[in-house]
């Protein structure tokens, strides 16, 4: 994520930038920076921190500007890694929000041709390739530039001596506001509601230039294009949640996205930390709460893929256990990096002479600075309380290590390393699919709204997904749930099974299938409504009360698209509730106390 803002026009500039800036701060807030056009060059402010810490001192007055604020995903939050940039003659300057996958390689080239780099970012390339390509014209030095890179962004670029932008977007949001006699551009439309409330989206591989007058859009084979020009009828608060209700229902829209941000740059090769100087032969992944679930759906992984062994710790408990001989690989989870009860544990573990990895939501946070190497999701800030899509990236993040490590080790040859990252590569497709399916999922949550208690039963690797059903239901529904191995409902809690107490059952056709069969009979004979989740059958459509089928995949990644759906659910119970779903009762989205 980061958000972006851009304008022509002649209302003052900086006001505008600033103002759309502050409506796009749910988009990351580690730095914030302005670049308005001089005679004189680029005027440019910028620092780490947050929009109110830039300056208020007076900037030249002048009709064309562009502002940034970021989340950090290369290069930690710093004043030298925030936005805009400049090229070497302070006559360029760019924001860009996404990732360029080929960065590395293009400022190699462009170092040696004498170019100077400030930054760490990927996104510094971008503005050095426009010097590079610029001939007088702003709008070609563009076209050359994206044909030069690969990855997702949005990109809006500002010259000395003219008032128009040049913008482009490929995989990262990017909205025109259309109004009289000035133009905007921004990530969202809660950047432009101030000013107008008529758009133009841009599509993947639109190229565009906006002067005050007229904005004129290119589609990616280069064609003159008119895009459609909508009328926003959402108020700024709406807006700044892309008009879903929630942002929970928003971070779970956002999980295809998410996804593939995630594995964009890993499937050719897992570069963010030199794995060959590390003992891989037993790991323990430590965390709380949602993240811990992520951690024990990793344990499945990691034993199949990469024949590694695992444990698993929650992280306040991991104190009390007795070091093992052996120093184990240590993986801490938390989207946060700020859950103090998981820095804690990154300290006893590393006390203990275990190497250890963080792998974080957000850049440069105090769990970064406990452990040997980050490797961080690329989820985008999550604001909801209920942890939904850093979840989901996490367990990508997981996938992807293992698989590395099952190569490495000979587990996996070529043939089927790439069988499992071409599905990982559909993923999205398939969450969004279930998205779709929104309205069947929402049906059965009529009878889980007046339920008391509820479990949720899986196997195997999808155990811990019911685990992580059981806590969402809890945290936002405020509906008494549990988690339970399918095979253990049998001694003990079968006590509770009523008419009235609904379970939802986790069944995808692995080789415990037959068996989680025989847990579903079990269950609809003591008359308890079965609501089962997993891959289509016959049989299960017979014996459960209500069943939705996933969209097919390999059983391995059935954990990320059984979630969506448990996500769903719980959202969907909690609204028939009333509940305050963002900020549910008790609870903190980063729980800085042990
Ligand atoms: C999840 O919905 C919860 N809000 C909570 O369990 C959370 O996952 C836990 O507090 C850990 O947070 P972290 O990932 O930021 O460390």
């Not at 932008?165 to 809660?190: C, K, T, Y």
């Amino acid at each position: 994520m980061c958000g972006i803002v851009g304008y022509t026009g002649t209302k003052d500039v900086r006001e505008v930038i600033l103002k759309g800036l502050k409506r796009l701060e749910y988009r990351g807030y580690d730095s914030a920076g302005i670049a308005v056009r001089t005679d004189e060059g680029i005027y440019i402010q910028k620092k780490k921190g947050r929009i109110d810490d830039l300056s208020r001192e007076e900037v030249p007055k002048r009709s064309a500007g562009i502002g940034h604020t970021r989340w950090a995903t290369h290069g930690k939050p710093s004043d030298e890694n925030a936005h805009p940039f400049l090229d070497c003659s302070n006559e360029l300057s760019i924001v860009h929000n996404g990732i360029i996958d080929n960065f590395n390689a293009i400022k190699d080239e462009l170092v040696e041709k004498g170019h100077e780099f400030s930054s760490e970012t990927d996104s510094e390339v971008i503005v050095h390739l426009l010097e590079e390509n610029y001939e007088g014209d702003l709008l070609t030095a563009l076209k050359k530039t994206i044909r030069r890179i690969q990855g997702s962004y949005a990109v809006v670029a500002v010259q000395k001596d003219s008032d128009e932008l040049v913008v482009a977007r490929n995989q990262s949001p990017l909205v025109i506001g259309v109004g009289s006699q000035e133009h905007f551009v921004a990530s969202d439309v809660p950047a432009l509601l101030d000013h107008t409330k008529d758009v133009k989206y841009l599509q993947d591989g639109d190229i565009a230039r906006l002067s005050k007058e007229k904005v004129e859009i290119w589609d990616e084979k280069e064609d003159l294009v008119e895009r459609e020009t909508k009328n926003i009828k959402w108020d700024v608060e709406d807006a700044e949640k892309s008009g879903y209700e929630h942002f929970m229902l928003k971070e779970i829209y956002e999980q295809p996205q998410a996804i593939h941000e995630s594995i964009l740059g890993r499937l050719t090769s897992f570069e963010d930390i030199d794995l060959s100087k590390y003992d891989f032969q037993e790991v323990q992944f430590i965390a709380c709460g949602t993240s811990a679930h992520a951690g024990y759906v990793g344990r499945y992984i990691f034993e199949k893929l990469a024949e590694i062994p695992c444990t698993v710790e929650v992280s306040s408990e991991y104190r009390y256990t007795s070091p093992s001989d052996s120093t184990p690989f240590t993986i801490l989870f938390s989207q946060s990096g700020e859950t103090l009860d998981t820095i804690a544990a990154a300290r006893e573990a590393k006390r203990r002479g275990c190497n250890t990895l963080a792998v974080t939501n957000v850049m440069d946070s105090s769990i970064t600075r406990e452990v040997d190497e980050v490797v961080y999701t690329q989820a985008g800030p999550e604001i909801g309380v209920a942890a939904t899509k850093t979840f989901t990236t996490q367990v990508i993040i997981i996938y992807l290590l293992a698989i590395e490590l099952g190569l490495r080790k000979g587990v996996l040859n070529k043939n089927k390393a790439e069988r499992y990252k071409d599905e990982l590569r559909r993923l999205p497709r398939k969450v969004e699919r279930i998205l779709d399916d929104k309205d069947k999922i929402e049906a059965m949550t009529e009878r889980l709204a007046k339920a008391r208690d509820v479990f949720f039963v899986g196997r195997n690797i999808n155990y811990p997904v019911a685990l992580e059903g059981a806590l969402k239901l809890k945290e936002i529904a405020y509906v008494h749930a549990a988690g339970y191995p399918a095979g253990e409902m049998k001694h003990g809690p079968f006590a509770l099974l009523t008419k009235d107490t609904p379970v939802i059952a986790l069944a995808i056709k692995d080789h415990t299938f037959e068996k989680m069969l025989g847990n579903i009979g079990e269950i609809a004979a003591r008359d308890s409504p079965v609501m089962v989740i997993g891959d289509e059958d016959k049989e299960v459509k017979k014996l459960s009360d209500y069943a939705y089928f996933i969209p097919e995949t390999l059983p391995i990644f059935s954990p990320l698209l059984v979630n969506v759906v448990l996500q769903l659910i719980a959202y969907f119970t909690a609204y028939r509730l009333g509940q305050d779903i963002d900020k549910p009762r008790n609870l903190a989205k980063s729980v800085t106390v042990e």
